[in-house]
C-alpha cells in the first residue's frame, strides 16, 4: 500500500498492510527543518506551512497527515510596527478620512516560534497609534480552498492524506460559555444557523476532492461539558459525518485534552470515521487499551505517545518501547494510527521520530 492508502484504511476502521505512523507534527517541526525564521513561513509563506509538512514527512519517511488545508491570499491594511531579531510585529489599520485608524493589537511573528495573534498594545508596552512603521507588501498568492487542495495534493502525491476542515458549533473559551448561561437563546440560535448552512458548505468541500475531513476543534471538552456538546455540537457532527459517508470520504475528529467521553459519543450516535489524539492523563483522560476494547469496532483510532514525556524528554529507546505498547494495545484487526497527543514541540528529537517510525514499520506489519 501507499501511504495515502494506508492511512485513508486506517481512518476508515479497515486493516491496512502496516499501522500507520503519523506523529502530530504539523506545525514547529517543519518550520524548522526549513533552517529558516518561523516568519517567513507564517508571514510570508515562502515556503507554505503545508509544503514544509509535506517536505518534513519526506523527511522522516512517515504517512503524510495534513488534515487542513485552506483557502490563502495576501493581507492588506498591515503595517510593521517592531521589527528586532527575534520578532516582527504587524498592526493593521483602516483609512478614514484620509488618516489610518489603528487596530489596538498586533500580531507577533516570532524567529522560531508560531506566531500570536490579536495581543493587546498595551500589553506589549506599545501606543496605540505607532510613530513610525513601514507599510507591509503582501506578496502571497490568492488561492482558493479548492486550489490550495489540489496543489497540496499534487505535492503530496501518495505520500499521504490531505484534508479540509468543517467545523461544528461549540464552546470554545470562558467568555463563550457566560454567554452560553446568560443568552442561550442566542448562542443556540447560532449553532442552529451553522447547521443549516452545514449541506452548503460540505457541497463546497467535497468538490475540493480531499482525502479527508477534519472536524470539531481542539479541546473539544476543555470549555464545555459532554451535555453542551450534545447540545450545541452534536446534531451538526451527525449530519456532517453522514453526509460524508456516502460520499465516500472518511471524517476525523481532533480534540486536544480530555476526550474520553467525546470518543464514546462519536463511536455510537455518529458516522465518524475516526478520532484523535486521545492525550493520555495528565494531558487528557484516554486509556489506549480501554478505548479500543470499548469502541474500536465503531471508530478507528489515532494516537497516543505523550508528546513532552516520551517524544521531547525520552529517548529513542523509550519511544520505541511505548509505540511498541500502542501497538499491541490497539492495533489488532485495524483501523489504527500510529501517532501522539497533541504537537509534538520545535526541539523533538529527530531520533525520537525517527524511532517512532522505525517501530511502526517493522513491529507494525499485519
Not at 501507499?2 to 507534527?25: C, G, K, W
Not at 518550520?31 to 514527512?57: E, M, N, Q, S, V
Not at 495576501?74 to 489610518?100: F, S
Request: charged share 25%; aromatic share 8%.
Amino acid at each position: 500500500m501507499t501511504s495515502r492508502e494506508r492511512m485513508i484504511a486506517a481512518m476508515l476502521n479497515q486493516q491496512p498492510d502496516l499501522v500507520p505512523v503519523a506523529p502530530d507534527m504539523s506545525n514547529m517541526i517543519p518550520c524548522r527543518l526549513t533552517g529558516k525564521p518561523f516568519w517567513d513561513i507564517y508571514l510570508h509563506h515562502d515556503p507554505p506551512l503545508w509544503r514544509a509538512y509535506i517536505d518534513a514527512a519526506r523527511h522522516f519517511g512517515l504517512d503524510g497527515w495534513l488534515p487542513m488545508v485552506g483557502a490563502q491570499g495576501p493581507q492588506h491594511n498591515k503595517a510593521i510596527v517592531l521589527r528586532t531579531p527575534e520578532r516582527i510585529l504587524l498592526q493593521g489599520y483602516e483609512v478614514v478620512e484620509g488618516r489610518r485608524r489603528w487596530a489596538p493589537f498586533v500580531d507577533v511573528y516570532y524567529v522560531a516560534d508560531p506566531p500570536t495573534g490579536g495581543v493587546p498594545c498595551a500589553k506589549l508596552g506599545l501606543p496605540l497609534e505607532p510613530e513610525r512603521w513601514e507599510d507591509f507588501h503582501d506578496t502571497t498568492p490568492a488561492m482558493s480552498e479548492a486550489e490550495v487542495v489540489a496543489a497540496a495534493r499534487e505535492y503530496m502525491g501518495e505520500d499521504g492524506v490531505v484534508g479540509v476542515h468543517v467545523g461544528i458549533p461549540g464552546l470554545g473559551n470562558v467568555e463563550q460559555i457566560y454567554e452560553y448561561y446568560d443568552h442561550y437563546s442566542a448562542v443556540k440560535a447560532r449553532a442552529l444557523a451553522y447547521e443549516a448552512q452545514l449541506e452548503e458548505r460540505m457541497r463546497q468541500v467535497i468538490a475540493c476532492r480531499p482525502d479527508m475531513i477534519l472536524t470539531g476543534f481542539s479541546g473539544c471538552l476543555v470549555f464545555q461539558t459532554p451535555a453542551i456538546f450534545r447540545d450545541l455540537g452534536l446534531p451538526s457532527l451527525q449530519k456532517l459525518t453522514r453526509i460524508a459517508k456516502e460520499a465516500g470520504i472518511p471524517t476525523q475528529v481532533h480534540s486536544c485534552g480530555p476526550e474520553r467521553a467525546l470518543v464514546e459519543v462519536c463511536a455510537q450516535e455518529t458516522d465518524l470515521s475516526s478520532i484523535n489524539p486521545l492525550e493520555r492523563p495528565p494531558m487528557g483522560d484516554c486509556d489506549l487499551a480501554e478505548i479500543k476494547r470499548l469502541f474500536g469496532r465503531d471508530i478507528g483510532l489515532m494516537g497516543n505517545l505523550h508528546t513532552t514525556e516520551h517524544m521531547l524528554h525520552g529517548t529513542p529507546e523509550v519511544v520505541a518501547r511505548e509505540s511498541r505498547w500502542c501497538i499491541d494495545v490497539a492495533a489488532e484487526g485495524g483501523g489504527f494510527i500510529l501517532s501522539t497527543g497533541d504537537q509534538c514541540g520545535r526541539d523533538t528529537p529527530d531520533e525520537n521520530i525517527h524511532a517512532m517510525v522505525e517501530v511502526a514499520r517493522t513491529y507494525g506489519v499485519y
